[in-house]
């Protein structure tokens, strides 16, 4: 098993920053990909990032491309999303996942991911 616990989640104007941690805990040893989901009232969880833990393979939906950087720190078990311009339609709980290693890369396969964390709430005002 692997727990999830997000933090790093606020209130903040648009055009601000935010950088979200995921520390991982258990089995960390057996994850492959590490991906960020966030989810708004009403909408389905859409992907936003996912890295490779084994090879620092990242991969960005589009509508955050060039302005939320996913990055790891081993040493830590923990999976940064530093969010940059930040805009009112970025608002959602954020959650990260983490899939099993033997699945490979996942990139932003939502049914691929086994473990979930509690989700950090981002709000951006405009």
């Known amino acids: 098993q692997v727990q999830l616990v997000e933090s790093g989640g606020g209130s903040v104007q648009a055009g601000g920053s935010l950088r979200l941690s995921c520390a991982a805990s258990?089995?960390?040893?057996?994850?492959?990909?590490m991906g960020w989901f966030r989810q708004a009232p009403g909408k389905e969880r859409d992907g936003v990032a996912a890295?490779?833990?084994?090879?620092?393979?990242?991969y960005y939906a589009d509508s955050v491309k060039g302005r939320f950087t996913i990055s790891q720190d081993s040493a830590k078990n923990t999976v940064y999303l530093q969010m940059n311009s930040l805009q009112p339609e970025d608002t959602a709980m954020y959650y990260c996942?983490?899939?099993?290693?033997?699945?490979?890369?996942?990139?932003?396969?939502?049914?691929?991911?086994?473990?979930w964390g509690q989700g950090t709430q981002v709000t951006v005002s405009s």
């Open positions: 996942a983490a899939s099993i290693r033997a699945l490979g890369w996942v990139a932003l396969n939502r049914y691929s991911y086994n473990y």
């Open positions: 258990g089995a960390t040893y057996n994850t492959g990909s």
């Open positions: 890295i490779y833990t084994g090879g620092g393979l990242t």
